[in-house]
C-alpha cells in the first residue's frame, strides 16, 4: 500500500501550511550547505591521505643504561 500522487500533494500542502514558505526554503538551503561542506571535507581528507607520506618509526634498542633508569611497577587491582 503506497503513496499515490494524490496523498503525496496534500502531505506537502499540510507541511507548507504549517511550516511556512520561508521557513522550508531556510531548511533547504541550510541542508544543501550542510551537504556541500561534507562533500568538500571529504575531498580535502582524500587529498590529504594521498599526499601525506608517513616516515616508518624507528625502534630503539635497550641498552645497559636504559635498563638501569627503567622502574619496575606493579599495580594492584581493585575488587
Known sequence: MGLST??????????VV???TKKLRNIGSDLGGAVKGFK?????????????????????????AAVKDTIDVETKSKA
Not at 8 to 14: A, E, H, K, T
Not at 53 to 63: E, L, M, R
Open 40 to 64: 568538500d571535507g571529504m575531498k580535502d581528507g582524500a587529498e590529504k591521505t594521498a599526499d601525506t607520506v608517513v616516515a616508518p618509526t624507528q625502534q630503539v634498542g635497550t641498552t645497559g
Open 18 to 20: 504549517i511550516f511556512g
Open 6 to 15: 494524490t496523498h503525496l500533494i496534500i502531505f506537502l500542502v499540510i507541511i
